[in-house]
């Protein structure tokens, strides 16, 4: 428990306390919550980049924190004593004297206590998302790599050099992972306070950032304070893709922290645009939280272009709407035209050069629709398809909550970032060269669907909700309004949950990840076992995929290459044997065998990302995996059991004349790298004597030759008769398309050969 208050008060001092004095320093006024959190954690990316840079030694980070804090700290009270601020000081002293406080100045707090006792109950209830296999076990499974290397006082790392301010690094997991470290807290046991910490920092930002939106709403002080608490519910009960809720899902990833960031520079974008004084000298910011954007989670980047170029475009509309050419030419209008115009060239910029330069992906045109009946010349423009990935972000509630946009649509599109943010399906889905763009950025494909998470459908539900309310709440005055009112309220909650009708089902609710999780599809189901890995102090796990998927983050262990073994009873190369024989290190290693299974799930079925029996671990154990157990008493002794599941020692001196001799071939496929080819990997052997691989290759499966000729050479570790090397695999190219080659491998050893593996063929891509 004290752990746990260490790395509560760690993160909070972390992730606000550097943020909150620079806040105070430049006088921003507002926001303070969201600025100091995108601050604090910008300024702790750069330590960090910088850190990494130069390979220093972790505890630099410590250091410069403290350093900078002691900075920012100094300069706030040189400002202070000196008078150099706004408004009256009490001689002596250098603070600003007390006002009197007004219903309009608590709001913001009233705001803020209510989101965080919100949030405080819901985890109390459902506590963190950590359904198995849930993409969160990758991310703690990330966090414990860099607990290790802390711990191992490695250099904090960083993306390849020479690529150092364009990819991103790891730099979110190990913050993560040195507030585990320094708080004593294990992994497994700050799985609750991180995700709490994350899931109310992200919340609070959330409602500090509608605050800003909502200032400007010609309500009262008391309905722009529903209207933010509002924004923030709607928007954790919708924001996310098929019936993964986002704050739940990534609630260990990068993305979430980083999201945090995008709002803030959302918010510099528009009260820059509305001409507010601070807005301009806080534009050095910017560069910093790029920085931050780009290094953390590249994805944030470009949520913050896109909304930063609708506001933009949007408010130069508002006001060329409003005043013509005339409009433009004021100091707001100025502004207006210095965003829009700024992004519209960094789009074009874009748009060309990876037009010419990039060939365009083709793995993800299924998602798309093209414009083909337009004619044969507009068949080359595509668009995202309404139907798939964009109806899974947006679902039916948020069709309803555009329905809603356009009957109040007069006092919403005064605000840039409502009208630009509904707009943002035609700047990026529906709009060609968007996608053009990204298909042609690999990793951007993918990310293109998850735009719509910056659409601001949790305001505009929000301000109807408040509108819907207000004509309910007035029925008596005007009577025909209070039931259409009152039945679009309904409709308007009732959609956010899983609807029935007949045979009908709203199948993108995100209730089924909001929900507790039942004990049976977590890591508690096998809590026992977890356990007893933990205590026994081995470092090195053999056992299934799904749980050294879990197994690693709550312990540490290292756990064997689940790539190789028991993916399916029909593979072969996937059982006990052949999976013992590619152990490295031979020492300390032990055997977890886990048949029991776990319950399905509801999340699973209704999504489709996992098979819903995923769960029936059992299924990976083969009868022929458990009879190897079963017959080699004196190579496996049980050193733990409880139902179904049991832990056994290896003696691997006694397991060793029992391990196979011949490698499997287990794949061989078309790329195209430098050349078109063929890849092939195999399991590899363990024995003392080993020396290499012998692969050949043959056209008819009859004829055959190793694998070095002109044509055909081998990249980069192998020559025809390979090296002792830990990594399987060889990679043949510059083949001639359409050709079929097979494959067969051997072990060479010092006293002879094993027997040649079993046969792979693959059959050249076209490429003429």
């Not at 040189?78 to 007390?98: D, Q």
């Not at 309310?469 to 909650?493: I, N, Y």
């Amino acid at each position: 428990m004290n752990a746990s208050i260490i790395f509560l008060a760690l993160y909070g001092l972390v992730f606000l306390l550097p943020g909150w004095l620079a806040w105070k320093l430049m006088r921003l006024r507002a926001a303070p919550l969201l600025f100091s959190a995108a601050i604090s954690y910008s300024l702790l990316v750069a330590d960090l980049f910088i850190i990494a840079w130069i390979k220093a030694s972790p505890s630099w980070v410590a250091a410069a924190w403290a350093g900078i804090s002691a900075i920012l700290a100094g300069a706030v009270l040189i400002r202070r004593r000196f008078g150099l601020h706004s408004g009256a000081v009490v001689p002596g002293c250098g603070f600003r004297k007390s006002r009197p406080a007004s219903r309009r100045r608590l709001m913001p707090w009233a705001v803020a206590a209510c989101v965080g006792a919100g949030v405080m109950a819901y985890f109390l209830y459902a506590g963190p998302y950590a359904e198995l296999p849930a993409d969160a076990w990758t991310h703690l499974g990330k966090i414990q790599d860099q607990v290790e290397f802390i711990h191992a006082k490695a250099p904090v790392p960083d993306a390849l050099a020479g690529s150092a301010f364009f990819h991103q690094g790891p730099y979110w997991y190990w913050v993560a992972a040195f507030l585990c470290a320094i708080s004593g807290l294990p992994l497994a046991e700050a799985m609750w306070p991180l995700a709490f910490s994350n899931t109310l920092l992200f919340a609070l930002c959330l409602a500090s950032f509608f605050g800003i939106v909502a200032a400007q709403e010609r309500v009262s002080a008391t309905s722009k304070a529903w209207l933010a608490v509002l924004a923030v519910l709607f928007t954790l009960a919708h924001q996310g893709v098929s019936v993964f809720a986002y704050f739940r899902y990534y609630v260990f990833a990068p993305t979430l922290l980083n999201f945090v960031i995008f709002l803030a520079v959302a918010a510099l974008a528009l009260r820059f645009l509305r001409g507010a004084p601070a807005a301009a000298r806080a534009l050095w910011l910017l560069p910093i939280f790029g920085l931050a954007l780009v290094k953390v989670h590249t994805q944030e980047a470009l949520f913050a272009f896109f909304i930063c170029w609708a506001m933009g475009l949007a408010f130069v509309l508002l006001r060329f709407s409003k005043g013509g050419i005339g409009a433009l030419l004021d100091r707001r209008g100025l502004r207006a035209l210095l965003v829009a115009g700024g992004c519209t060239l960094l789009f074009v910029a874009g748009f060309f050069w990876l037009h010419f330069y990039k060939a365009p992906e083709t793995a993800y045109l299924d998602r798309l629709v093209s414009f083909k009946a337009l004619g044969s010349r507009a068949g080359n423009l595509l668009i995202m398809n309404p139907a798939g990935d964009c109806f899974q972000v947006v679902t039916l509630w948020g069709c309803f909550v555009y329905l809603m946009f356009f009957v109040f649509w007069k006092p919403l599109v005064r605000s840039p970032y409502i009208a630009g943010g509904m707009a943002i399906p035609l700047l990026t889905w529906f709009n060609p060269f968007t996608v053009d763009m990204f298909l042609r950025h690999v990793s951007a494909s993918s990310v293109l669907y998850r735009i719509g998470y910056i659409i601001p459908l949790g305001y505009v539900a929000a301000y109807a909700a408040v509108r819907l309310a207000g004509m309910v709440r007035h029925a008596a005055k005007r009577p025909r309004r209070a039931v259409p009112a009152a039945l679009a309220l309904a409709v308007l909650v009732a959609l956010l949950f899983p609807v029935r009708s007949g045979d009908w089902e709203n199948p993108h609710s995100r209730i089924f990840s909001l929900k507790k999780i039942p004990p049976a599809n977590d890591h508690h189901h096998w809590a026992d076992a977890v356990n007893a890995v933990r205590a026994s102090g081995f470092k090195h796990v053999v056992t299934d995929p799904l749980t050294a998927f879990y197994l690693r983050p709550l312990t540490g262990v290292q756990c064997a290459d689940r790539s190789f073994w028991l993916k399916g009873a029909s593979i072969p190369g996937h059982d006990l044997p052949v999976v013992l024989a590619q152990v490295i290190d031979s020492t300390n290693w032990v055997l977890l065998v886990n048949l029991r299974d776990g319950a399905s799930s509801d999340a699973w079925r209704k999504s489709g990302h996992w098979p819903e029996n995923i769960l029936e671990v059992s299924r990976w154990y083969t009868p022929a995996s458990l009879d190897f157990v079963r017959d080699h008493p004196d190579a496996f002794r049980v050193c733990w059991s409880n139902d179904n599941a049991a832990i056994y020692d290896i003696d691997f001196d006694a397991l060793h004349p029992h391990l196979p001799v011949t490698p499997v071939m287990t794949d061989a496929r078309p790329v195209m790298l430098q050349g078109p080819g063929i890849v092939v990997s195999w399991t590899s052997v363990r024995r003392k004597d080993f020396v290499s691989y012998h692969v050949q290759c043959s056209e008819d499966g009859e004829t055959w030759r190793d694998l070095i000729t002109n044509r055909e050479f081998c990249y980069p570790w192998l020559n025809h008769q390979g090296q002792p090397q830990d990594r399987v695999g060889k990679w043949t190219h510059c083949l001639p398309s359409g050709q079929t080659y097979c494959y067969r491998v051997r072990a060479v050893f010092s006293s002879g050969t094993s027997s040649w593996s079993n046969i792979k063929s693959a059959t050249v891509s076209n490429y003429r």
